[in-house]
């Protein structure tokens, strides 16, 4: 198996660790849930009935020791067959009839045990007294029983209450407690299965699209997108960035297809050129000074031509910081310059707030690139070059500047105008001129970066306006 293919196995069983964690973990939050509630339920449920039932034979216990304190009552009285002067029996009580010697006179049902505490009681002289037991098992079933004597040493009564039954009842009800519990836990488990398989679709699918792009390395793949969670907005975000990655693979092989076409000439001129200066010995003088000349000026076109195709394929935007900048002082530090380099009267105006926040570096060559533009194509002009900077014009909002550079040349044909600012593209009536074709699409690349736009127009009574906006976003 490839690198590849390991990753792309590595990523599903990542995701489905990520399915089977979230349907557990979700299963373990149900359960410890459901337990906790189960415990506490079963818990009071039966300290309910425990304490119910053991304050149901404490209250019987009490009416017969208050029955045998108030009336002078023999062992007769007691028994089954005298109706009328039996105890009350309350369901799951049993009544037993002891004599003076602790006889059984009347036996229980069943019988209820007697021992040496309870024939005690039954010749106790005090009416009333009584002696408990708790867990006494009679049979297969477990009773609590009080004795309580009727005094004079009469004999006694045993009152038994059958609590086996009770916690029977409670066994049933903690089985079906924990089987409740179970299913719960079940149905939480698969629930949280269902739920996970859900959520992680989407995400299965983005894994998958970008497991083909790796794969076949094309950057239009359609991005499916759903949903307005978490998982839409990455699949939102993934979808851009291939976006943006293919455009940009798109200007990278356009550029070097330019580039390739636009360097042919200025080296097969060079090669032409060398190959003469074998056969320098046999020129005249004069032709050899114009060889040498075109070596020197087709080679600075040359490096002219290579630093604009560096400054365009990387830019200064990885190395220089946006800050806030001011365009005027700019402008002005690039009109000095010119001005010293071609001899001309450039003009500068400035209204306005010219602060905005950008690259200075790349305003500047800019802004360069323009006046430059302008010298080369009104090279004999008389007039002026006019460079304005000025600032928002309503409804533009703060930190939105605009730079424009104007000149009296021979403008720009209408079919032109929307092309200029393409790579390497010349207009029919300057490609006799020197130059790369790159400066106006370095202006556009320098605008748009700053959230602006470049812009080209026809100037009555001839020349043009070229310049661009730049809007303060980076």
Excluded: C
Aim: charged residues 25%; proline residues 4%; glycine residues 10%.
């Amino acid at each position: 198996m490839g690198r590849l293919g390991r990753l792309s196995a590595g990523r599903r069983a990542g995701l489905v660790s990520l399915r089977t964690t979230f349907a557990v973990s979700f299963a373990a939050v149900a359960a410890a849930v459901t337990i906790l509630v189960g415990i506490l339920s079963y818990g009071s449920a039966a300290r309910l009935v425990r304490v119910d039932q053991q304050s149901v034979f404490t209250q019987v216990v009490q009416d017969v020791r208050d029955e045998v304190r108030q009336h002078r009552m023999v062992p007769d009285d007691f028994s089954s067959s005298r109706p009328g002067h039996d105890v009350v029996r309350p369901s799951r009580t049993d009544v037993q009839v002891l004599g003076a010697q602790g006889e059984i006179v009347d036996h229980g049902s069943p019988a209820l045990p007697v021992t040496g505490r309870d024939r005690a009681v039954a010749s106790a002289a005090r009416a009333g007294t009584t002696v408990q037991y708790k867990d006494v098992r009679v049979g297969e079933d477990l009773f609590r029983i009080a004795t309580v004597a009727l005094g004079d040493g009469r004999g006694a009564v045993q009152v038994a209450q059958e609590f086996s039954d009770t916690e029977d009842l409670l066994r049933v009800l903690q089985r079906r407690t924990v089987a409740l519990m179970a299913a719960v836990v079940v149905a939480s488990g698969l629930f949280g299965w269902w739920l996970a398989r859900r959520i992680t679709r989407r995400l299965v699918v983005l894994t998958s699209t970008a497991e083909d792009v790796a794969r076949t390395g094309r950057l239009g793949t359609e991005v499916p997108v759903a949903g307005l969670d978490e998982v839409g907005r990455l699949g939102r975000a993934f979808d851009r960035m291939l976006g943006r990655l293919a455009q940009s693979e798109e200007d990278q092989r356009r550029l070097v297809q330019d580039a390739g076409h636009e360097l042919r000439t200025p080296l097969t001129s060079l090669r032409t050129n060398i190959s003469l200066l074998r056969r320098m010995d046999e020129l005249p003088p004069a032709t050899r000074d114009e060889l040498v000349a075109d070596l020197t000026q087709e080679a600075r076109e040359l490096t002219d031509l290579v630093n604009e195709l560096v400054d365009l394929a990387a830019g200064q935007s990885a190395s220089e910081p946006p800050q806030a900048v001011d365009l005027a002082e700019i402008a002005e530090d690039v009109v000095g310059l010119a001005r010293r380099r071609t001899g001309r009267e450039i003009v500068l105006r400035v209204s306005g707030d010219t602060t905005t926040d950008g690259r200075p570096g790349l305003l500047q060559r800019a802004i360069s690139n323009l006046v430059e533009n302008a010298a080369k194509f009104d090279r004999e002009g008389a007039a002026p070059i006019e460079v304005e900077v000025s600032g928002p014009v309503p409804p533009a909002g703060p930190g939105t500047v605009r730079v424009e550079v104007r000149d009296r040349g021979p403008g720009i044909a209408d079919g032109d105008l929307i092309r200029i600012f393409d790579r390497f593209y010349r207009a029919a009536d300057a490609r006799s001129r020197p130059g790369s074709g790159l400066g106006l699409s370095i202006v556009r690349e320098v605008a748009m970066a700053h959230g602006g736009a470049p812009f080209a127009l026809r100037r009555e009574g001839g020349g043009s306006a070229i310049g661009f906006t730049v809007g303060g976003v980076i």
